[in-house]
């Protein structure tokens, strides 16, 4: 369930590399129990944010407050390109990122069951679909209960039943209480999982809010006609589907 206290907020942030402004005057809050959805085209700025959010990343200017409880972890981080270390089992690796937030076995085994693949314990990581190991991703990053779960692109590449699987494990997680951001281009997926949206264009906001208040606002029936009413620019139908951003 949300409440009405952000457990994280973003305010004011700005992103540059040199001379190259990533983001401008971003302010984004991120609340318990609800799925956030970071959309927009490639190339404006959603991975730097999610970076930044996740606490791996410095902003050039603003700020990022955590609100949430003392934990050995605050916040899970998946990102768009998982990888682990091959020779290891599937369960074998969960048991490695448990131990380091002094969780054990059973740990390991229970976010392998959460996602779909207590099956494919004893399996080797090398050997798993794309999948599969974005499943994998996602349970090391549930490890230790994290209050905040950070997923870019958890559903980039994969075929529209495991993608469906993927936004399903997302509501399942804010179902408990978690908070998930999540970056995606499937705007149909977000506009069944999210509750809130947060539109990024050329690295600043551009609409938040529910998929349905967006919607009502704009006179549109779908999220992905919100997209192409707000993104600058006259490729924005296609950009939706191009590279990571």
């Not at 970071?38 to 959603?46: A, E, H, Q, S, V």
């Not at 020779?87 to 074998?92: A, C, H, K, N, R």
């Amino acid at each position: 369930m949300t409440t009405d206290t952000p457990l994280l907020e973003a305010s004011n942030v700005d992103f540059a590399y040199g001379d190259v402004s990533i983001l401008r005057d971003v302010s984004v809050s991120i609340r318990a129990g609800e799925v956030t959805a970071l959309i927009g085209p490639n190339g404006t700025g959603k991975t730097t944010l999610l970076r930044a959010l996740a606490g791996l990343q410095v902003p050039t200017a603003g700020s990022i407050t955590y609100h949430g409880p003392e934990t050995a972890r605050e916040i899970g981080y998946l990102p768009q390109h998982p990888e682990f270390r091959p020779g290891f089992t599937v369960l074998e690796t969960l048991r490695f990122y448990a131990s380091l937030v002094g969780r054990g076995d059973d740990d390991a085994m229970a976010r392998l069951e959460s996602v779909g693949l207590a099956d494919a314990a004893t399996r080797q990581v090398e050997a798993l679909s794309g999948g599969m190991t974005r499943l994998v991703g996602i349970a090391q990053a549930t490890i230790g209960d994290p209050p905040l779960v950070v997923l870019d692109e958890p559903a980039s590449g994969l075929d529209p039943g495991m993608s469906k699987h993927v936004f399903a494990v997302a509501s399942e997680l804010a179902a408990t209480g978690t908070a998930v951001l999540l970056s995606s281009h499937d705007l149909e997926l977000v506009e069944r999982t999210a509750g809130e949206v947060v539109m990024l264009d050329r690295g600043t906001v551009v609409e938040r809010g529910s998929p349905t208040s967006i919607r009502n606002r704009l006179g549109v029936d779908s999220l992905q006609a919100v997209y192409e009413a707000s993104i600058a620019g006259d490729l924005s139908s296609v950009r939706v589907q191009g590279e990571t951003a």
